[in-house]
């Protein structure tokens, strides 16, 4: 069945260092969504990519979503401290009707 | 602003026990979902609903069963918790029918622990 894979599964930097998620998946999408879970928090919604090769940023924060419509990265530049906490991407599948979530990756930033 | 609203921050069950996970939603959305979520194995479909009354089975369905008599509501039933059901669990809604392309909105999950 789909997969969908993160990596790293965790990541600890020092403040103002840039940081990296990338997320596999084992068929192609139909769209890409990204979300943010604080540590004791519930995940929210960053934002959707739906167009093969599209780029959206959002502040610090830089959304890709592959040519190929398998793969997506969320860039996180010069981090501070409220970055940390646990990045999720989660494809969706037109053709089978699914939102298929990913490993996470958790980010820790040292001051 | 929408707001899911789970039922019980922290539970401790029995192994055995019935056990109830409640979630309202106040923004009448049609899709209500159930999750959980483990390390390192992220956020996996139990169950999900597009309709009052109306469920599908998600990823890991097994042990668990649904319940959506009202739009608003949507439980989650442990007919016999196990130990291997110790888990966060997430509730979430989305409003539109394609529920994979648009934004899911989740509860502030409970914590359950089944000794």
Redesign the interface.
Known sequence: ?QQ?M?IP?YQHVQEGEDFTTYCNSSTTL??I?W?KQRPG?????LI?L?KSGEVKKQKRLTFQFGEAKKNSSLHITATQTTDVGTY?C?G???NT???I????TRLQVFP | DVKVTQSSRYLVKRTGEKVFLECVQDMDHENMFWYRQDPGLGLRLIYFSYDVKMKEKGDIPEGYSVSREKKERFSLILESASTNQTSMYLCASSPNSKFFETEAFFGQGTRLTVV
Do not use: E, I, M, W
């Open positions: 069945g969908v993160q599964q139909s769209n969504q979300y928090g519930h995940p929210v919604f959707q739906v999720f989660a969706g599948s037109r009707d699914k939102l979530f990913g490993t996470g």
